[in-house]
């Protein structure tokens, strides 16, 4: 287990997760309500062991959804307090949600690939971003936290792995650990973190 900080010690270490392929399904139609949010498989066991191990969990999702006008923000906001509260029930906590609304047309620097919404987590939560980690299921989720320096980076196989697989081939990028799917993720993060 790795300690929660204190006045002596580091800030406690962040794991960072994509939503969509990594704690609930994907879908190419996009996630539009509450109806089409459907957990993945020991998703919340995984946030639970997280919580549990003293790690904060922190959301970090592309949802052009909203801009592309097929979500509203405050149907956004409503799905994503429903996640929290499940997550909580099994005993798990996501500490923060951050989100970008834009599309890839607008050149922003908060989707994925670019590191914005991890950089401003940093800045809010004072995230030590060489006791941290990242789980997605893109390509762009692993460029991500390259980008924003994210020590481990971890590509699960919950979303469309070949897809993602070659995506990375071609730019010739490599994640540190490939799982399963969030849980076998988490395990391979902690095992890492341990020797921090």
């Known amino acids: 287990m790795v300690p929660s900080s204190s006045p002596n010690r580091h800030p ?30 020991r998703s919340l ?34 799905l994503h307090a429903a996640m929290t509260r499940e997550v909580r029930s099994h005993g798990g906590r996501i500490d923060d949600i951050f989100y970008c609304p834009h599309t890839p047309q607008e050149g922003c620097n908060c989707r994925k690939p670019a590191p914005g919404m991890i950089e401003n987590a940093r800045r809010k939560h004072g995230i030590d971003l060489d006791r941290s980690g990242m789980v997605g299921d ?3 989720d692993i460029a991500c936290a390259r980008r924003a320096g994210v020590r481990y980076a971890v590509l699960v196989k919950t979303g469309d792995f070949a897809r993602a697989k070659k995506e990375l081939d071609d730019i ?8 399963a799917d969030l849980y076998e993720a988490v395990e391979w993060l902690l095992e890492r973190f341990q020797h921090l």
């Not at 939503?19 to 089409?36: H, P, Q």
């Not at 010739?172 to 799982?179: Q, R």
Request: hydrophobic fraction near 40%; charged fraction near 20%.
């Open 12 to 41: 406690a270490p962040v794991v960072f997760l994509d939503r969509d392929g990594v704690i609930n399904r994907d879908s190419t139609a996009y996630i539009k309500s509450l109806t089409e949010f459907e957990f993945l498989p």
């Open 45 to 78: 066991a995984a946030i639970h062991k997280l919580t549990q191990s003293g790690f904060k969990t922190i959301v970090v999702t592309n949802q052009s959804a909203l801009h592309r006008g097929l979500i509203s923000p405050e149907t956004l906001d409503a």
């Open 138 to 140: 893109s390509a762009k």
């Open 172 to 179: 010739n990028l490599k994640p540190d650990g490939v799982a």
